[in-house]
């Protein structure tokens, strides 16, 4: 081991009363022990392996995001009372939760055992709730060591006993700690050095928010509400946030953490159950309550859930385009204006269809001769499906007519086959009536323009 002496100098002559003060003899003091290099350091201690490092987190969001119910379930996790098959911990913990809406929390929990998530009696024995309050921070060193006394627990492995704290909840900071002024980064800074170096050494989770700016923000972009140093100070920041699709997630790996995982966020799933509750008359009632599962994501798992969703968009939204097509070709086709020197688009147009402006391009792009081109500025790859099983393909970009693809009726096939394919998920107008057959009118085939 190789240990540095206390720097001491000897003061000149024309040295300054108060520089000679500070440098009298060296003392013992907790900045003036060294810690000796081990061969194998010590893993990151943890409270949720992969997910939450021991010590002071802060878990943010804009109100109304679900919090609540978040924390709870990442706490049962914790208790060992809510078994996850892709959560695993050391050992279960004794959670003390301190709650603004303590009411809140036992229907939450209620709800958990009742749809056979958490186990009751593991929850009831290492579930405590507290109906919080304001305190100073230096108030709370008495107030931690406490809940030490009370829940900590002694662990024997490998001849190694040590000792294993409770986890402690504070939900929210707003409504238990006593700040001044949020936004005063020293007060902020002073009162979690007290947490971390007087409260008996108790792993912490502190709820916050974030600002109101961030309420439709990304995630990568919310920061707690106040001062800067909350951030700072802590060791570890989880955002809840929402995604485009309205899923919330608990950031994991984006915000600051000082460990290595392969969990990029968890999925909160969101669940609703009725509780039995009673009112103030002790009178039963049956309250609806939610409650969320918890799904860790890898960076992967995200990016497929991704691709799912964008393509579950895009068919959702091809569909809302063939049901207003489904709508508008029936009376066009029967009063024999299917199709007249226009396209199918423009027909779209003149009916005023709610197209998305981002549905169309600005340019023509040649495809196959089996496909459609871009047309008048109109982007016809989002009809595409439709018009090809419709029969028809667009001609040159300077040519006003529609093209026939099939020497047969190819209207009446392709929308029988249209029928089939969206008929379930679609309310599909039926097949008209064929109109009788004109002697005047000839067969078309493929490639005969049809005219006035």
């Not at 109906?131 to 662990?155: F, G, N």
């Not at 439709?216 to 060791?235: C, F, L």
């Not at 595409?384 to 040159?396: A, D, I, R, T």
Request: include cysteine; proline fraction near 6%.
């Amino acid at each position: 081991m190789i240990t540095l002496a206390p720097i001491t100098s000897i003061a000149s002559d024309d040295a300054d009363v108060n520089s000679v003060e500070l440098r009298s003899p060296s003392v013992e003091h907790r900045l003036t022990m060294y810690r000796e290099l081990p061969v194998h350091p010590e893993a990151p201690k943890m409270i949720l392996p992969r997910v939450i490092q021991y010590g002071a987190t802060v878990l943010a969001s804009y109100p109304g995001t679900g919090k609540t119910t978040a924390v709870t379930s990442l706490a049962l996790v914790v208790a060992g009372a809510y078994k996850h098959a892709n959560l695993s911990i050391m050992q279960p913990r004794h959670i003390v939760y301190l709650s603004e809406h303590p009411e809140q929390v036992e229907q939450i929990l209620s709800a958990l055992i009742a749809e056979g998530v958490v186990d009751n009696a593991v929850a009831r024995e290492r579930f405590h709730l507290v109906d919080t309050c304001r305190v100073q921070p230096l108030d709370l060193p008495p107030i931690a060591r406490r809940w030490a006394d009370d829940w900590t627990e002694s662990l024997t492995r490998n001849g190694v006993t040590v000792d294993w704290p409770p986890w402690v909840v504070i939900d929210t900071a707003a409504a238990t700690l006593h700040i001044e002024n949020e936004n005063d980064n020293a007060e902020w800074s002073a009162a979690i050095s007290v947490w971390k170096q007087q409260c008996a050494g108790l792993p912490l989770l502190m709820v916050a928010h974030t600002s109101k700016a961030h309420k439709h923000g990304k995630a990568e972009d919310m920061t707690v509400r106040g001062a800067s140093s909350i951030e700072g100070d802590v060791t570890q920041v989880i955002v809840l946030a929402k995604d485009e699709t309205g899923d919330r997630y608990l950031e994991i790996a984006g915000p600051k953490h000082r460990f290595e995982t392969d969990i990029s966020a968890i999925r909160l799933a969101s669940y609703l159950a009725t509780v039995n509750t009673v009112n103030e008359f002790g009178e039963p009632v049956l309250t609806p309550t939610r409650y969320v599962e918890l799904e860790p994501l890898t960076q992967d798992d995200r990016q497929e859930r991704r691709k799912e969703q964008q393509e579950a968009e895009a068919i959702a939204r091809k569909l809302q385009v063939a049901e207003e097509l489904s709508k508008i070709i029936p009376s066009l086709w029967a009063s024999k204006q299917l199709p007249i020197q226009t396209t199918l688009i423009d027909q779209c147009k003149s009916a005023r269809l709610n197209f998305r402006k981002s549905d169309y391009a600005t340019t023509f792009t040649d495809l196959s001769d089996d496909t459609l081109v871009h047309y008048d500025k109109y982007d016809l790859a989002l009809l595409k499906p439709y018009l090809v099983e419709l029969g028809f393909k667009s001609p040159p970009k300077n040519c006003a007519g529609i093209y026939l693809l099939r020497d047969t009726n190819p209207l009446a096939e392709a929308w029988e086959r249209l029928q089939s394919d969206i008929g379930d998920d679609l309310n599909v107008p039926k097949e008209p009536e064929p109109l009788e057959r004109r002697e005047d009118e000839v067969t078309l085939s493929e490639g005969h323009e049809i005219g006035n």
